[in-house]
């Protein structure tokens, strides 16, 4: 069955740094699209950033780009999330997500809590 291991949360002060690691299976990983979502308290789940396969093409929530990188790792069936330059509005439990052979297939989240 499909399982996701999401990792690398936690908390960290403003202007800091945090990397999201979320390695999946039982799926053909290599050909699925991986995305980032997030959920703050009290708001609607919103896309963060996709990364699509073969090409590499990303894209990025306008609230993200320039501060935040996704990559993945074909070879470990691992997508990353590289988070910098961490502001307090960033908050919320972020969701990898898979999308392959038009099925969705979601990891069970990790916090990031952004606080001095």
């Known amino acids: 069955q499909v399982q996701f291991v999401e990792s690398g949360g936690g908390l960290v002060q403003p202007g800091g740094s945090l990397r999201l690691s979320c390695a999946a299976s039982g799926f053909t990983f290599s050909t699925a699209v991986m995305s980032w979502y997030r959920q703050a308290p009290g708001k609607e789940r919103e896309f963060v950033a996709v990364i699509v396969n073969p090409g590499g093409y990303t894209n990025y929530a306008n609230s993200v780009k320039g501060r935040y990188t996704i990559s993945r790792d074909n070879a470990e069936n691992t997508v990353y999330l590289q988070m910098n330059s961490l502001k307090p509005e960033d908050t919320a439990v972020y969701y990898c997500?898979?999308?392959?052979?038009?099925?969705?297939?979601w990891g069970q989240g990790t916090q990031v809590t952004v606080s001095s």
């Open positions: 997500k898979a999308t392959n052979n038009g099925r969705e297939y």
